[in-house]
């Protein structure tokens, strides 16, 4: 049986690819961000998961406002970065897992969700900074791919509510697979900020710190707001958050925080990371 071992949360600011390009992590700007790392990576050497399912949104890089999906799985057997105008396309392959990708497309459409399914995708910083900060300079990846793409970007956006549920859906898929596999879930973004307009640079540390109390005990708690009331909340790309609410979903055991990190700011960014172990419960 497949086993879901935690969750790894986190911002995926792209200058911090770019700091991770120019060597930085030592930097006093950066270290505080790139310590909160250090567990990480000693759960991962412990864990050693073998697939990432990771939720999270796509900036434009493969899809745009043009043609913009509430809920996307990818499909593919190999996923690559390409340069989204930062002068950085990370090269390291992203190796695909299609039978559990569409295992999970299967399921999830059993459970009335209908995801665009994509055989081809390209990821953005969204994934490839959190695989970055995860596994350092190993080449290849250690863990096969199943990219999870949400609308946080074209409204009308999908509610926490609607998230969160759609995560407990991906969950069952998960607890359902019969490969042996170890599986690590992330959810990439957030928290508060807002790059653009007139509330530029905005940043609520009373809302950050109360997703971060709740959404590892109680992520009902999450639910009490809108997506709009988030944006409001939390800035127009805090509401990345919705990553983070569907990830929190596909943690169906016992979820017991290992480590917490927020630090203000990067890039305009309250950054944080959080790390999960997902202990199964043990049926009666
Ligand atoms: C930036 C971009 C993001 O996608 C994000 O989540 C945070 C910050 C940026 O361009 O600084
Ligand atoms: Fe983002």
Same mark, same amino acid.
């Given at each position: 049986?497949?086993?879901?071992?935690?969750?790894?949360? %986190?911002?995926?600011? =792209?200058?911090?690819?770019?700091? /991770? $390009?120019?060597?930085?992590? #030592?930097? !006093?700007?950066?270290? &505080?961000?790139?310590?909160?790392?250090?567990?990480?990576?000693?759960?991962?050497?412990?864990?050693?998961?073998?697939?990432?399912?990771?939720?999270?949104?796509?900036?434009?890089?493969?899809?745009?406002?043009?043609?913009?999906?509430?809920?996307?799985?990818?499909?593919?057997?190999?996923?690559?970065?390409?340069?989204?105008?930062?002068?950085?396309?990370?090269?390291?392959?992203?190796?695909?897992?299609?039978?559990?990708?569409?295992?999970?497309?299967?399921?999830?459409?059993?459970?009335?969700?209908?995801?665009?399914?994509?055989?081809?995708?390209?990821?953005?910083?969204?994934?490839?900074?959190?695989?970055?900060?995860?596994?350092?300079? %190993?080449?290849?990846? =250690?863990?096969?791919?199943?990219? /999870? $793409?949400?609308?946080?970007? #074209?409204? !009308?956006?999908?509610? &926490?509510?609607?998230?969160?549920?759609?995560?407990?859906?991906?969950?069952?898929?998960?607890?359902?697979?019969?490969?042996?596999?170890?599986?690590?879930?992330?959810?990439?973004?957030?928290?508060?900020?807002?790059?653009?307009?007139?509330?530029?640079?905005?940043?609520?540390?009373?809302?950050?710190?109360?997703?971060?109390?709740?959404?590892?005990?109680?992520?009902?708690?999450?639910?009490?707001?809108?997506?709009?009331?988030?944006?409001?909340?939390?800035?127009?790309?805090?509401?990345?958050?919705?990553?983070?609410?569907?990830?929190?979903?596909?943690?169906?055991?016992?979820?017991?925080?290992?480590?917490?990190?927020?630090?203000?700011?990067?890039?305009?960014?309250?950054?944080?990371?959080?790390?999960?172990?997902?202990?199964?419960?043990?049926?009666?």
């Amino acid at each position: 049986m497949s086993q879901v071992c935690g969750g790894i949360f %986190t911002s995926h600011v =792209p200058g911090i690819g770019n700091a /991770i $390009a120019r060597g930085l992590q #030592q930097e !006093p700007y950066w270290k &505080p961000f790139f310590d909160g790392f250090n567990p990480v990576h000693q759960w991962l050497a412990r864990e050693q998961p073998d697939v990432a399912v990771v939720f999270y949104n796509d900036h434009g890089l493969n899809f745009f406002l043009d043609k913009m999906p509430t809920f996307a799985i990818g499909a593919a057997s190999e996923y690559r970065h390409e340069d989204e105008g930062w002068g950085i396309a990370f090269q390291r392959p992203f190796i695909g897992h299609p039978a559990l990708s569409w295992h999970i497309i299967e399921e999830v459409v059993e459970s009335e969700f209908d995801p665009v399914t994509c055989q081809s995708m390209v990821v953005d910083h969204a994934v490839a900074v959190p695989y970055e900060l995860c596994w350092p300079g %190993t080449d290849p990846f =250690p863990v096969r791919l199943v990219p /999870i $793409a949400i609308n946080t970007v #074209q409204h !009308p956006l999908p509610s &926490p509510k609607r998230c969160l549920a759609f995560g407990r859906a991906v969950g069952r898929a998960l607890k359902s697979w019969k490969g042996g596999e170890k599986i690590v879930v992330f959810g990439t973004g957030g928290l508060s900020h807002q790059l653009e307009g007139r509330r530029a640079g905005f940043i609520n540390k009373d809302y950050d710190h109360f997703c971060l109390d709740n959404i590892g005990p109680n992520p009902e708690a999450l639910l009490g707001h809108s997506s709009l009331d988030i944006v409001e909340l939390a800035g127009s790309q805090g509401v990345e958050i919705l990553n983070w609410i569907a990830a929190r979903g596909a943690l169906t055991g016992d979820v017991v925080e290992l480590a917490s990190n927020y630090h203000v700011p990067i890039s305009n960014t309250a950054a944080a990371t959080v790390l999960f172990e997902n202990r199964e419960l043990v049926p009666a």
